[in-house]
């Protein structure tokens, strides 16, 4: 395609959650083979930002909070803030915007907004017709694609190439450095050799599987031999102390870790068992076998690892996928006994050993 070939600005806009941004990473790398001498710029909300910088191909990362994603409706009432906003976007001299959006989201807020900033080529897909405000208006696939497919169908109907051995695996860069603080943390609180993660956050309570449910989990682990490490933001410190509590000689190290430190320790870590969230997505990056409590909030092909050996774990309910903040049923879609759990972590375990040792 003739735009990317002679861009030198390109901007990718994606304004959504760690995964999301994390998904976006196979994208990143075939724009980049497309266009190797382009500036390649992501706006993303200030979560995607935190993980934005892990992602290949990127040189560029900045920070918009958008009214057209503010989905609990807090943003005030302000014209004049999207004014500047647009200002702020026409200064920055993009020659091409991509606008990356998942199956229920328009493109048409975020496509204006780059047509009010000049930006003269406008790249998104939706079902909806929108008149001029795309210059490339792609026909998206079923909702039922994976994200990850979702975005590079975007890309490959406007000539982008998107083939090859492992086009579609999620990659992050995990910084040296953030390697080297990850293993001090480790060797500060005791942890040597093999160990395993527990990530019981989430963005929203209908996702986080009962954090006494964590601490069996976690104190099951340790009677399989095995080292437990907590991982998660600030907001997950209650969290992280309740799960060490009912697994004595764990670790909690909640709101201790920037995500290329998280990155660095599922990379090395043995195995992961978390909700559907933001740890869940880097961990396929970096290669981390998984366990997920995948909640009826979502369709788990859409968003599930590909990447990683992963098992997930959901009880089958006749609200799912419901997309709430909140369950109102009291999560029975995980209602899964915490010795299921450790069941399917040694079963992973066991695989990924004879792997390395057939290997």
Known sequence: MDAFKDATRILLMRLDNIGDVVM?????????????????????????????????????????????????????????????????????????????????????????????AGIPVRIAQSREFGGGVLTHWVRPLPDSAHQVDRNLHLLKEVGISVG??????????????????????????????????????ATCAARRYPAEQYGLVAAGLQALGRQVVVVGGPKDLAIGEAVVAAAPGSVSLCGQTGL??????????????????????????????????????????QWRPRTAPARILRRPTACSPCYRFECPYDLECLRIAPGEVVAQARALLGETLREVADG
């Not at 976007?89 to 907004?113: C, E, K, M, N």
């Not at 978390?274 to 880097?282: L, R």
């Not at 396929?284 to 369709?299: F, H, I, K, Q, R």
Request: with cysteine.
């Open 24 to 116: 976006l990473s196979p994208a990143v790398r075939a724009l980049r083979r497309a266009a190797p001498r382009a500036r390649i710029s992501l706006m993303a909300s200030a979560a995607g930002a935190a993980v934005a910088g892990l992602l290949p191909g990127l040189d560029e990362v900045f920070v918009h909070r958008a009214l057209w994603q503010d989905a609990r409706g807090a943003m005030a009432f302000d014209p004049k803030r999207e004014r500047e906003s647009v200002r702020d976007l026409a200064a920055r001299g993009f020659d091409v915007a991509v606008i990356f959006t998942s199956f229920s989201q328009s493109p048409f807020p975020a496509a204006y907004a780059c047509y009010l």
């Open 164 to 201: 090859g051995p492992g086009a579609s695996s999620l990659r992050l860069a995990v910084p040296r450095e953030a390697r080297g603080r990850a293993e001090a943390m480790l060797r500060e609180r005791g942890v040597r050799g093999d160990f395993v993660v527990i990530a019981p956050g």
């Open 260 to 301: 290329a430190e998280l990155a660095a320790l599922l990379q090395r870590s043995r195995l992961l068992v978390a909700n559907d969230s933001g740890p869940m997505h880097i961990a396929d990056a970096v290669g981390c076998p998984m366990v997920v409590l995948y909640s009826g909030t979502e369709l788990e092909e």
